[in-house]
């Protein structure tokens, strides 16, 4: 659901503070850390949502378990969620947190070295017993041997208030357990004056059914709220104000919500039913999931056996008319990479959405990656030229999934657009476009039977038209043999061949024409310019910003088209002394400016699982600008 200016004004009425006082901050980060049973997502997403509802601008950051099983308490099965919420413009999910919520002693280890210096931690006192700690590799209780005196710590009951409170209802104990989320929850909420009622409203749709459940967690939500405001823990609360925002209606979304809605708004625009073909699979599979809810809006969704499957489907609904789709990440795009060249020599639009994880082969399947820059450019068997995109934000995948959908129906051809696990599982609020603020799709005619032919190709664009199956008089065949130019027919003729390669490789390039200027942030010239694309947006324009008010000469630019690269993107980089290119890879983007415009660049480099952090790219900027030479 939207929420509206108005809406917005009525829940920024924070909730009653108690007799405290309230401190006012610009900006929070905060982190939940605890095993995946420990509702760390839910918890991470139910602040989401009432922070949104007062208004301030947030950016999250979901971090998920290395390993999906990991036994309950160890290292690799820490799960967490990040949120910076401010009054300003918010562009990342923050560096290092303020508030560390930590539901045992792994969720300690894990993070600890993260915390900003001072930062408060709230743990769950009843989960730091010898087991835990064992499984945590401590050998004393880090609750009480002094080793946390850098930070304020404030240990608390977690597990025993929420058995206290639940004492009446008829629950097994494993229930009652899973509720002191919601207790930590109603304590973060009376600190940062977080209103109860999203969370409160949630939990009754939820639990509708299970009334015994619904009322477990109102009362833990309510009993945490309550035992913050009178244990005489805290000497005030927390306000941080709204956001100034461009009047509409907004919602909080993920960038696998914004990439799935994308398609759907683009099917509404192009006038076409959408169709997408997909296999299950992390972090891309929410796509799958969401846009199966939407079968009213001329939307069909097939879960097939396996990733040649499902991209083979998606070709052939491409072939019958319908806007066709489809999602994986890294392994899945490798297994749909021969199908891709099918949709490249056929020359019939596909929207090909490539979530980015840890490579290779499994790699880390739960974090997040930049490394696919290469497979999607080039990932194919002979000159197979297509389209690649990058989305910047979580709301940025709306933008550009509408736009790769755009150029593949306009130019007939696949578009791969690029998200990661840190866009596709983080959130932002997003202002809900209206419709003349979306862009005009040209759909290719298939003109008239008499002077139709398969491979006669529009003079501007060399698209060719998209006749579909059963229409009178438009008959043809394609596949994956070479075909002939104009006519179609099976060719194995060496000129035409070639004549074939160069006139689809013509046509992705004269994509470029239509791409917008790119936007210098800062001076046009100057010492330093740091070239970003993808996720690392908003760490290099926080970094950027940040040394511009300090008077440094850096600018940056940012990335959404990266095959064909902007026609702008030469002349530019040539008028600073220095080039930064930031990526969660080794340096793919690197190696393409450097190949590309014979560019003394450096790369920033990070394979960690886990996006930049500010500080790290300010850092590398400020080593550029203190280069000689």
Not at 29 to 34: L, P, Y
Request: with cysteine; proline share 7%; charged share 20%.
């Amino acid at each position: 659901m939207g929420i509206s200016m108005k809406d917005q004004t009525a829940a920024n009425k924070h909730p009653k503070a108690g007799k405290k006082p309230s401190r006012e901050l610009e900006a929070v980060t905060i982190r939940f850390a605890g095993d995946s049973g420990d509702g760390i997502q839910l918890t991470g997403g139910q602040f989401t949502n009432s922070t949104a509802a007062l208004g301030n601008d947030l950016s999250t950051l979901p971090d998920y378990p290395a390993e999906i099983r990991a036994p309950a308490g160890s290292l690799p099965g820490v799960s967490g969620f990040q949120i910076q919420f401010s009054s300003r413009k918010v562009l990342t999910p923050g560096d290092r947190p303020q508030v560390l919520v930590a539901f045992n002693p792994a969720a300690l280890k894990v993070n600890l070295k993260s915390l900003e210096p001072g930062a408060l931690i709230i743990a769950n006192k009843d989960a730091f017993g010898e087991a835990n700690l064992k499984k945590a590799a401590y050998e004393k209780n880090p609750l009480e041997d002094g080793s946390l005196s850098a930070y304020r710590v404030l240990a608390v009951e977690m597990t025993h208030l929420t058995e206290h409170a639940l004492a009446d209802l008829k629950l097994a104990r494993p229930q009652v357990e899973r509720c002191k989320n919601f207790f930590a929850l109603g304590i973060m909420y009376w600190i940062y004056e977080r209103p109860l009622e999203p969370t409160q409203a949630w939990i009754r749709g939820k639990f509708a059914k299970r009334p015994e459940l619904m009322e477990a967690n109102l009362r833990a939500l309510q009993a945490g709220h309550v035992y913050a405001e009178t244990a005489e823990i805290f000497e005030h609360t927390y306000r941080v104000k709204r956001a100034p925002i461009r009047p509409g209606r907004y919602r909080n979304i993920m960038g696998n919500e914004a990439a799935a809605l994308g398609l759907v708004a683009a099917s509404r625009l192009a006038k076409k039913e959408l169709y997408l073909g997909s296999y299950p699979i992390t972090p891309a599979t929410e796509i799958l999931q969401f846009l199966s809810g939407y079968k009213g809006h001329r939307v069909k969704v097939l879960q097939a056996e396996d990733e040649i499957a499902a991209v083979c489907s998606s070709i052939g609904a491409s072939f019958a008319g319908c806007l066709a789709a489809t999602s994986t990440s890294g392994p899945g795009l490798a297994l749909k990479s021969e199908a891709m060249g099918l949709a490249v020599i056929t020359e019939l639009p596909l929207v090909i959405i490539n979530v980015q994880r840890g490579g290779p082969s499994t790699g880390l399947p739960t974090k997040t990656e930049q490394a696919d820059l290469f497979q999607a450019i080039f990932g194919r068997n002979g000159e197979s030229p297509l389209v690649v995109l990058a989305a910047a934000t979580p709301s940025d995948c709306f933008t550009m999934t509408v736009e790769a959908a755009r150029i593949a129906i306009k130019y007939m051809t696949p578009v791969v657009m690029l998200s990661d696990g840190y866009l596709a599982n983080g959130s932002e609020p997003w202002r809900v476009p209206t419709l003349d603020e979306l862009p005009k799709f040209e759909v290719p005619s298939a003109g008239e039977p008499a002077g139709f032919a398969p491979y006669k190709r529009d003079p501007k664009t060399l698209s060719r038209p998209w006749a579909v199956p059963g229409m009178p008089g438009f008959e043809h065949r394609i596949g994956g043999l070479e075909k002939q130019d104009v006519t179609g027919s099976v060719s194995y003729d060496a000129d035409n061949h070639e004549r074939m390669s160069r006139l689809r490789a013509e046509k992705i390039a004269r994509v470029a024409d239509e791409i917008p200027s790119t936007q210098v942030l800062g001076q046009p010239s100057g010492k330093v310019l740091v070239v970003g694309w993808g996720s690392t947006y908003g760490a290099i324009t926080a970094a950027v910003q940040s040394l511009q008010a300090e008077g440094q000469p850096v600018s940056s630019i940012h990335l959404r088209n990266l095959w064909p690269l902007p026609p702008d993107l030469g002349s530019i980089l040539k008028r600073f002394e220095r080039v930064l290119v930031p990526e969660i890879n080794l340096g793919q983007l690197l190696f393409l400016l450097r190949e590309r415009y014979l560019l003394p660049a450096v790369g920033l480099n990070k394979v960690k699982g886990q996006p930049f952090r500010v500080d790290e790219v300010r850092q590398g900027i400020l080593e550029q600008l203190q280069a000689k030479g």
